[in-house]
């Protein structure tokens, strides 16, 4: 999968604002931090998955509902299937 520049670029500021978000869901000031992956890519995307994971459990939404809430992240496009072609 090819992932753009610009979402490399961001990639601790996407984190930090997934971990907001999971104090938030969570509501706890210091959230756990979810295991590091080596990259600050991977990273940020660890911290949208233990938010969105949050989120769904904690607040009884569909499993469905995941792509909304990565939608609401700025990240759908970014970790939808490639395009063919």
Partial sequence: MMVSRRLRSRAEDVRQGAM???GFIAGL???PLPALSGSPLGDAL???AACAHAA???SGL?????WALLDWFGL????AP???G
């Fill in 76 to 79: 759908a496009s970014h970790l």
């Fill in 56 to 58: 769904i459990t904690g």
């Fill in 29 to 31: 000031a210091d959230p």
């Fill in 46 to 48: 660890n911290a949208v």
């Fill in 82 to 84: 490639a395009r063919p």
């Fill in 20 to 22: 907001r978000q999971l």
């Fill in 62 to 66: 569909p499993r469905g509902d995941l």
